[in-house]
């Protein structure tokens, strides 16, 4: 069965480092979305990429976020100057349609990001 | 978007049904529920969505009554594994307006037990 991949499992940085979150969604799937969860609390909602674009984005998304598709497979989140505060586990998540599909999420197994 | 409230949590036991109902009280026309099962440390599954009446896969069964103000998920004959967060989840499946996020509650927090 298909499924959505995500490097590294586990990453470690120092406060203020770029880091970059990589993913690689289902081959056919259109819509590539990015969520977060810090321990113990609700999955929350980053952004939404359909046809090389942002189709949404939520209030945490906010300037040290970027995301982008940079070939075929791969879809990365880009945190620029990471803070303590981003310290989560970070799912990407893909899926074939909107209208079809729209709650058929795919997600990958996530990418624990801590910040020290 | 609909609000919706569920148990924070149930215990139940190995070979039981586990029923967990969701309350949507102001569901809108459009809207279609979906459940949504995460295990410790992994992504977010989807297991099974409906519209009104029953929706059956091999992993649950979905019911919705008439009014459809509530839902309830039914996991036949539990085992160990199926101890997870279960998330239940109100919206348009269908406009591109609404937004094609999701949105997650708190969940149920199923424990089955020996």
């Known amino acids: 069965e298909p499924e959505v991949t995500q490097t590294p499992s586990h990453q470690v940085t120092q406060m203020g480092q770029e880091v970059i979150l990589r993913c690689v969604p289902i081959?056919?799937?259109?819509?590539f979305y990015w969520y977060r969860q810090i321990l113990g609390q609700k999955v929350e909602f980053l952004v939404s990429f359909y046809n090389n674009e942002i189709s949404e984005k939520s209030e945490i998304f906010d300037d040290q976020f970027s995301v982008e598709r940079p070939d075929g497979s791969n879809f990365t989140l880009k945190i620029r100057s990471t803070k303590l505060e981003d310290s989560a586990m970070y799912f990407c998540?893909?899926?074939?349609?909107?209208?079809?599909?729209?709650?058929?999420?795919?997600f990958g197994p996530g990418t624990r990001l801590t910040v020290t | 978007l609909a609000k919706t409230t569920q148990p924070i949590s149930m215990d139940s036991y190995e070979g039981q049904e586990v029923n967990i109902t969701c309350s949507h009280n102001?569901?809108?026309?459009?809207?279609?529920i979906t459940w949504y099962q995460q295990f410790p440390s992994q992504g977010p599954r989807f297991i099974i969505q409906g519209y009104k009446t029953k929706v059956t896969n091999e992993v649950a069964s979905l019911f919705i009554p008439a009014d459809r103000k509530s839902s309830t998920l039914s996991l036949p004959r539990v085992s160990l594994s199926d101890t997870a967060v279960y998330y239940c989840l109100v919206g348009d499946k269908s406009s591109a307006a609404a937004g094609n996020k999701l949105t997650f509650g708190g969940g149920t927090r199923v424990l089955v037990k020996p």
């Open positions: 102001n569901i809108a026309t459009n809207d279609y």
């Open positions: 998540a893909s899926s074939l349609t909107l209208a079809g599909g729209q709650y058929e999420q795919y």
């Open positions: 081959s056919n799937h259109l819509y």
